[in-house]
């Protein structure tokens, strides 16, 4: 059972909290080319083998730690943690996905937007970028799923928030937080291959019909 | 020699009074010694010298407060003994831990080290106990910690009040031409049968001009106002406000703020160092050498830090094996390695014929090296003149540091003046100094000048002075489902010879007790019963950590005990009880069985309880906690604690003294250990030491008994039995034994 | 560069990358938020900023924006003790301290968001401030007192 403050809470904490991020400032060298490949240029298994490396991105713990299930909590890896666990402190980011419920992520993870290139390069602190930290959508659950759960809720414009593949590049240009797990700073291990790699992946896959391995 | 020692003694309770400009001090009165006095400036020439715990002038009442707190609610009961019998309220009086002084030595500290076990109050132990106090006296020991403040004060500072009242009474007497046994007081006032109400400020004067009133009585335990009752801490509106100011708050006029960063490599030397980089930085006005380190003086706590960051240092390796593994070879290869014993206080039965043959278990046991960790990190404020050193720092031993900060400087140890500052926690942290001595020498590299130096976190952990890490071996048998022989040998490096060694420079000859404190000394009566200490050479520098010897000890001597007991097929309560040999000790248990309903219906499937005992600083300290062992892991429900000090000053401190040490050791024993590669310690800050967190603690439920005829102090003994009572939980839940901490290596916690 | 803490403006000349906790602490002399891990581990800086529980360690003081900060001293003071201040003082939690001034900020943030938290969201919202005296159970019970108060006033 929910509260009933829990919803006005959320309204509350959104617009205060992103007022900070809407000046974010993205680096240069982050920005990513949106070229799809002509429509019918990519078969099928070069879509599959496209899907793969996506697969690599998206069951990366430096990806997958935020896309947790219905559990609400974020997770943790990394050599001083030993094997990948919830967060430490208890932290549960709630329905809302922001900890409005007890403790929001804006807490430890504040917003920067000034000096983007020096936001984390502290050891051990809590990673920050120019938008309010956050878990991903419940339905973009990734942590600890197959290849195929993942394929289908992507290519799912019901669990993928209403998307094409462009628009899927798109959010991909546009969700800092997703930028940072390629650049994580602090000695963190980032995302395989490169942002502009992964767009590019992306985009293969849907000129190739968004194949899935069991398919 | 005995006469000497008699007289030395007696002189604890020597209290006088003495004029101070505006009014009278009350304290230990040492005017036919040569005056070392923290009253000193204050004082006018030809006054009488005196080491002073009261002090009352026409401002009001000042309340001293010698030993240091560092959250324990020292000030505040320190400031509750005088007033009890001074007659105030102690929130309305100033509070001020005064200047260092000899006279503030602590004598019941020492008394740890007694060879008897604290259950032994006979004669014999009882005077060798009394004359610990003398090195104590003879050595300056104004030590806090060793859970001793309140039994070291308890008649000490009532009877500095109990002087100030009837003195200031006779001078009432003498004003008004009425008896003093026909006055009374009453919150600062001496009282007149008509009801005349002649406050102590006005007394003051007239009090310092007469002879002090010494043959007082203490007032009966049945008469205290205050005292044994719940008490509010005076202090706690300050911390709950944020205005409570700790030495790391501290702002002196003028002052500049410095960042060390030491060699990791603890005591080894720096090779060479490129500040390039850092004096180039904004706000950085210094970059200087100091002992085996760099430092840097800055603008600002922050600027002064990312300095540091910025300077590349060559370090020379640190003087003890690099890596843990190679530190535990060491300590593994001395255990039950007769040229190495160090001693054997417990022997009783035969325990070399009962190991001879039979069903014999043996089992080896681990505790790891630990940081202190206090919230509040190492800080100084120094300032030196081509006259004077002056310091304001939080410790636990400021006439340590006033001594090496007159060595340091080359300054007569009068003309340096340790200022000490509310603590943020210590648990041990603040009996070193070399954060002080660091301010001084960039304090002497910029005379005039205040010096504000802050260690970093990363600096704080990687510089600390550890909990020893200690190895022990258990090995015994069982008969009739009874336990019936009982070994254990317990091997780590010497730790008051380490700390004696760097604080006062002098070698502490013999055996180092705190090797078995906690294990050899427990109230037990097992036919054949052995404790054997075993001293591996030093190697990383160690200290005191929250209950010393019997952290570690504390584990191996209840572990070993649960796990004979459980292969004797007994009940581990009962057992323990039978086994116990002292009535105090026996009441604590069974009062643990009682709160716990041990003896009621079993707890659910998945769950698991264990019972431990450690009697540490003389207070029996019985602890039962219940886990679930859930999907995701153990779930700490719920621990009862029963423990016996005496009589119980303040219930409401007491139990957060006691539920706190509790926590402390079973938070060390769920996460938390030091270890260290290329020589540097390797957890530098509290993502990688996080002990328990709210969502993680029990319900508490603590019983204080007052069976005991001496009265304890309840800092530390909490700790000890936590750790083995959460391992006997653990056992009785999932049927695993845990004998190596911390239990996360082998098993995930909720 | 403007900022506002307590309700009182200051101009501040400093780095935009330098944490707020330092500013407040060093720049301004205001030393209620403590330093006590800079990693956002411990939670003894914790302030508020525009009424919500922020790590002060880990804002860039270039990152406040036109954000008002509370700190300790502007929740409440000894003669006029918020409801959180009172409940702790009642319930006698602090031992050392060091840590309560980060505890009663975030006690008090989760509070003005959720007036009636259970056990297990006081457990979520507390679990970020680190205690090493160990001082939670009476924290616990205080955050429960503090709700109590808060709804009868």
């Known amino acids: ?215 | 020699m005995m006469g000497r020692l008699r007289t030395l003694t007696r002189r604890t309770f020597l209290i006088g009074s003495a004029a101070v400009a505006g009014g009278v001090v009350f304290g230990t009165y040492l005017a036919k010694r040569p005056v070392k006095n923290p009253l000193l400036t204050d004082l006018q020439q030809g006054e009488a010298a005196i080491t002073p715990y009261v002090k009352i002038d026409s401002s009001g009442v000042t309340l001293i407060t010698p030993r240091a707190d560092k959250g324990q609610g020292a000030y505040s009961l320190q400031a509750q003994l005088i007033a009890e019998e001074l007659d105030i309220d102690p929130a309305s009086a100033n509070l001020s831990p005064g200047l260092p002084g000899p006279a503030y030595y602590n004598g019941t500290v020492m008394e740890e080290s007694v060879p008897f076990p604290a259950y032994n109050q006979g004669a014999m132990a009882e005077t060798v106990r009394r004359f610990m106090h003398v090195p104590a006296k003879l050595l300056a020991m104004q030590i806090t910690g060793g859970s001793s403040t309140v039994p070291d004060s308890f008649v000490k500072l009532r009877m500095a009040g109990a002087i100030a009242r009837e003195t200031l009474k006779e001078a009432a007497a003498q004003q008004s031409g009425i008896a003093r046994d026909q006055l009374s007081t009453e919150n600062g006032f001496v009282v007149l049968p008509d009801g005349t109400r002649l406050p102590y400020t006005e007394l003051a004067t007239p009090a310092a001009g007469i002879e002090p009133v010494t043959d007082v009585e203490l007032r009966s335990k049945s008469d205290w106002k205050s005292l044994g009752k719940p008490m509010q801490r005076i202090d706690m509106p300050a911390k709950c406000t944020g205005t409570e100011q700790y030495g790391i708050d501290l702002q002196i006029e003028g002052m500049v703020h410095a960042a060390v960063r030491a060699n990791p490599g603890l005591g080894a030397a720096v090779e060479s160092y490129d500040a390039t980089a850092a004096e180039s930085m904004r706000g950085v006005q210094k970059v200087l050498p100091i002992e085996n380190g760099v430092a840097v003086v800055a603008d600002n706590t922050w600027r002064a830090w990312r300095a540091v960051d910025a300077i590349d240092i060559q370090w020379a390796a640190g003087p003890y094996p690099a890596s843990t593994d190679e530190i535990f070879a060491k300590i593994e290869k001395v255990i039950n390695n007769e040229a190495h014993r160090d001693h054997r206080q417990r022997d009783e039965g035969d325990v070399e014929s009962a190991l001879e043959d039979g069903d014999i278990f043996e089992a080896q046991y681990k505790v790891p090296y630990l940081a202190h960790a206090p919230m509040e990190p190492m800080n100084a404020i120094v300032k030196v003149t081509d006259d004077q050193c002056e310091i304001w720092t939080g410790t636990q031993i400021p006439l340590f540091v006033r001594d090496h900060a007159a060595a340091l400087t080359g300054l007569d140890k009068e003309n340096v003046f340790v200022y000490v500052q509310p603590i943020g926690g210590s648990f041990g942290h603040k009996l070193e100094d070399t954060h002080v001595l660091q301010a001084v020498e960039i304090a002497m590299a910029l005379k005039g000048t205040a010096v504000k130096l802050v260690w970093s976190r990363e600096e704080d952990m990687t510089h600390d002075y550890l909990r020893p890490g200690a190895v022990a071996i258990g090995r015994g048998k069982v008969a009739d489902s009874k336990v019936d022989t009982f070994d254990l040998s317990v091997a780590q490096s010497a730790l008051l010879p380490d700390w004696f060694g760097r604080l006062m420079k002098i070698n502490i000859p013999g055996p180092d007790a705190t090797i078995t404190t906690g294990s050899w000394d427990q109230p037990f009566d097992i036919p054949n019963y052995r404790v054997t200490g075993y001293r591996a050479p030093t190697m990383v520098p160690i200290s005191s950590w929250r209950s010393v010897g019997a952290s570690g000890n504390g584990f191996f001597h209840d572990s070993l005990l649960d796990e004979l007991i459980h292969k004797a097929g007994a009940d581990p309560l009962a057992e323990r009880i039978r086994l116990c040999l002292d009535d105090t000790s026996r009441k604590v248990l069974e009062k643990a069985g009682e709160i716990s309903d041990w003896n009621g219906p079993s707890i659910s499937e998945n769950r698991g309880r264990g019972v431990a005992f450690c009697l540490s600083f003389g207070v029996p300290t019985a602890v039962v906690t219940e886990v679930t062992n859930t999907d995701s892991g153990i779930k700490i429900d719920k621990v009862y604690v029963v423990v016996d000090v005496g009589d119980v000053l303040d219930p409401v401190n007491l139990e957060a003294q006691v539920f706190g040490g509790v926590i402390f050791g079973m938070a060390h024993a769920m996460n938390c250990e030091t270890t260290f590669e290329n020589h540097a310690a390797q957890q530098n800050n509290y993502h990688a030491f996080e002990g328990m967190r709210l969502y993680q603690v029990p319900e508490f439920e603590v019983v204080a008994l007052s069976n005991a005829g001496k009265i304890r102090g309840i800092g530390e003994p909490g700790v000890p039995p936590a750790a083995p009572s959460l391992g006997n939980a653990i056992f009785a839940a999932t049927g695993r034994r845990i004998r190596e901490l911390p239990f996360n290596k082998q098993i995930d916690f909720v | 560069m403007e900022i506002t803490v307590n309700n009182t403006s200051y101009t501040i000349d400093a780095e935009p990358e330098m944490p707020l906790l330092w500013v407040l602490r060093d720049e301004l002399g205001i030393t209620g938020p403590k330093y006590g891990c800079g990693i956002a581990q411990c939670g003894a800086c914790t302030v508020h900023v525009n009424g919500y529980a922020v790590r002060s360690c880990q804002l860039a003081i270039g990152d406040l924006g036109n954000s008002q900060v509370t700190t300790i001293e502007g929740l409440g003071t000894t003669q006029s003790l918020h409801s959180v201040q009172q409940a702790w003082i009642e319930n006698q939690v602090a031992q050392c301290g060091y840590c309560q001034s980060g505890q009663i900020m975030q006690a008090a943030s989760l509070l003005s968001t959720n007036p009636d938290p259970t056990d297990d969201q006081i457990d979520a919202a507390m679990s970020g401030n680190l205690c090493r005296c160990g001082t939670y159970p009476r924290i616990r019970a205080a955050v429960k007192a503090a709700a109590k108060k808060l709804q009868e006033v």
């Open chain 1, 1 to 215: 059972m929910k509260p009933t403050y829990f919803h006005k809470s959320v309204m509350v904490a959104l617009p205060l909290f992103s007022a900070i991020a809407i000046t974010s400032v993205i680096a240069a060298d982050d920005k990513i080319e949106i070229n799809p490949p002509a429509a019918d240029s990519i078969s099928k298994a070069q879509g599959l083998e496209a899907w793969s490396r996506i697969y690599e991105v998206t069951s990366h713990p430096r990806c997958a730690n935020c896309h947790t299930g219905p559990s609400d909590r974020p997770m943790w890896s990394g050599p001083s943690y030993g094997k990948t666990r919830e967060h430490g402190m208890n932290i549960q980011a709630g329905a809302s996905r922001i900890g409005a419920e007890t403790i929001l992520c804006s807490t430890c993870h504040t917003t920067k937007s000034h000096d983007w290139e020096n936001a984390n390069t502290t050891n051990h602190a809590a990673p920050r970028v120019a938008m309010s930290w956050s878990l991903a959508p419940v339905e973009a659950h990734w942590f600890g799923r197959t290849t195929q759960q993942i394929c289908e809720q992507l290519r799912n414009p019901e669990t993928n928030g209403g998307r094409d593949m462009l628009e899927i590049a798109e959010h991909l240009n546009h969700d800092l937080i997703l930028h940072w797990a390629w650049s994580p700073g602090a000695n963190r291990e980032p995302a395989p291959y490169s942002l502009q790699e992964h767009v590019n992946d992306i985009l293969m896959w849907g000129v190739a019909s968004t194949p899935c391995p069991e398919d």
